[in-house]
């Protein structure tokens, strides 16, 4: 970019520049802060960036142009100028019939694709009915207890027209089966299924917490996953390698970096051992990143990402075809970064949050609605988080060219220090035998932990300002309308499902259980049965308690 003589030039004019000019004017007057950091991953910002600060880069070995190798660009020749990122809204309201309404209501205001939020029980692999379920149901978000549940929330709504996300784990599998079902009913055919599953277990064990049975068996289902999907439905994203929840349970920006290669790592080598080519399950492979405060450290996560995967799949894995090697990814604005206190600024927050992952090219996006910190959003502030995407679209002029900050001298020396971070980290993993290593020895979460205590200590020393919060008070009680689920409204969804089992083929379910049963034991691709055990209408919880009664269920303490 720049020769030898021209930097020791900048060089030169920049250290005259902090001696004549600036230094003088500090001395004066100060600055805001004795040490300026990036949010979290605390990487010491500099007063001014010049191209001495990437005097290493290599454009076409480290940037390249959008939808070449080394993808840091961007993973698509033309981005946003050819099809705007995916437009989705997390939504589960308690009852099949609710969400049906709100996709509906979604759809209609512009929305692009959907976005599933499971209750705890379903999360769990528990029925509605279950004591396990009780006073959960519907709460934080769709009861889906059975094949019927599943048809009434894509009524009307046809599969082979929507992309939608799934944010399910252990019991991913049984969902995936009963949309792909819901679609046989449509008479849509397997291959044009469009969406992801999360399907991401190793960060259950890390962030968490909803898993049900151990890594292992995990493993096992996951990469059938991958093998199924591959033959049957090969537009469908087998996992979604989520980096959110790290993120969310208070990791740095390099960790959320490293620690979800880490996974996406340890997945590949499961789908190698199982016998799969890399070059035909990998390209169903997504990831789910945070897109937290720091536009420009977000930013450069976003582009490190997919240059850091690009290079692990070529180099480790031997991957030899362009789809093998992208990484695409799904963000979600920051949970976490929602307040309870004013909850006007969190339509802020999410706004340039957003911003910052259009910005790192996101392939599909979801916004907070503001009032998340609380309850489920409501219809208004569900609208107003789609509004922020469609305005950052069609009026912010952030979509019409591709990665509009690269070669800026700060971006790029961001992203090569949260590569290398990144990558030490990958590094230190790999010496201690893995990633699933790493956190049955809880040195992943420690790491994580250190980083979520530092910043709340600072948020309550005030080092850390958080508007509204611990600088720029008010006193008053906001009003809100809250999304509420009722004793009665679980209690239908209760009589649904004993109605469901009233009206089935006991004798098919007996069959159809039993045959899952003789594959989990054995080495048979658990999906097919699944499959069938569903449209026999075998509920979430008894294919659940199938693969519990085979593999096992899995207790904190007890070994990885």
Same mark, same amino acid.
């Given at each position: ?14 250290? *005259? ?371 922020? *995407? ?102 239908? *969804? ?67």
């Amino acid at each position: 970019m720049f020769d030898q003589k021209e930097l020791e030039s900048i060089r030169e004019g920049k250290s *005259q520049w902090e001696a004549e000019t600036r230094g003088p004017t500090v001395e004066r007057f100060g600055e805001r802060k004795e040490t300026f950091t990036t949010d979290t991953a605390g990487h010491e910002i500099d007063p001014l960036y010049t191209p001495d600060d990437v005097a290493d880069l290599d454009y076409e070995e480290d940037l390249g142009f959008p939808g070449e190798d080394p993808y840091t660009r961007g993973v698509y020749s033309t981005m946003y100028r050819g099809r705007l990122w995916t437009m989705r809204q997390y939504a589960g309201m308690g009852s099949a019939v609710e969400t049906n309404e709100r996709y509906h209501y979604l759809m209609d205001q512009g929305q692009t694709g959907l976005s599933m939020a499971f209750d705890l029980p379903t999360q769990m692999g528990y029925d509605s009915d279950a004591e396990m379920a009780a006073g959960e149901v519907g709460k934080s978000g769709v009861a889906i207890d059975s094949l019927d549940d599943m048809r009434t929330v894509f009524e009307e709504i046809p599969l082979d027209e929507v992309s939608t996300s799934m944010t399910i784990n252990a019991p991913a599998a049984v969902l995936l089966a009963m949309y792909i079902a819901v679609g046989d009913e449509q008479g849509v055919p397997r291959e044009e299924l469009r969406g992801t599953i999360q399907n991401d277990l190793l960060k259950e064990y890390i962030a968490r917490n909803t898993y049900i049975y151990p890594p292992g068996p995990s493993m096992r289902i996951i990469t059938d996953v991958f093998e199924f999907c591959a033959e049957e439905v090969p537009n469908f994203n087998t996992i979604s390698i989520s980096g959110y929840h790290i993120r969310e349970a208070g990791a740095s920006a390099a960790q959320e970096l490293a620690f979800t290669l880490g996974n996406g790592i340890e997945y590949v080598e499961a789908a190698l051992d199982a016998g799969q080519d890399v070059d035909e399950f990998a390209p169903q492979l997504s990831f789910f990143f945070n897109a937290h405060n720091d536009i420009f450290e977000e930013v450069a996560k976003f582009r490190a990402a997919r240059r850091m995967w690009a290079r692990i799949m070529e180099e480790r894995f031997d991957a030899s075809t362009e789809k093998a090697k992208q990484l695409k990814f799904h963000t979600q604005t920051a949970g976490s970064m929602l307040t309870a206190q004013q909850i006007e600024n969190n339509v802020v927050r999410v706004a340039y949050q957003a911003l910052a992952a259009v910005l790192g090219g996101t392939q599909s996006l979801h916004t907070n609605g503001k009032d998340e910190a609380l309850a489920l959003p409501t219809e208004k502030s569900v609208r107003t988080a789609l509004r922020t *995407q469609q305005i950052l679209a069609h009026e912010s002029g952030a979509a019409d060219t591709i990665d509009p900050l690269a070669g800026s001298y700060y971006v790029e020396a961001l992203t090569d220090e949260l590569e290398e971070e990144a990558f030490e980290l990958i590094r230190e993993v790999d010496d201690r035998g893995g990633m699933l290593q790493a956190v049955e020895d809880q040195w992943v979460q420690r790491q994580i932990q250190d980083v979520a205590y530092e910043r709340q200590r600072e948020i309550e020393e005030g080092e850390r300002v958080i508007v509204g919060v611990n600088e720029y008070e008010v006193s008053e009680e906001p009003e809100m309308d809250i999304e509420e689920v009722t004793e009665e409204d679980q209690q239908r *969804q209760i009589s649904r499902l004993e109605g469901v089992r009233e009206g089935r083929d006991d004798e098919a379910v007996a069959e159809a259980l039993a045959a899952l049963e003789t594959a989990a034991e054995g080495t048979e691709n658990v999906m097919p049965p699944i499959l069938d055990a569903v449209k026999a209408e075998a509920t979430t919880g008894e294919i659940c308690d199938v693969l519990r009664e085979s593999f096992g269920e899995y207790h904190p303490g007890s070994a990885l």
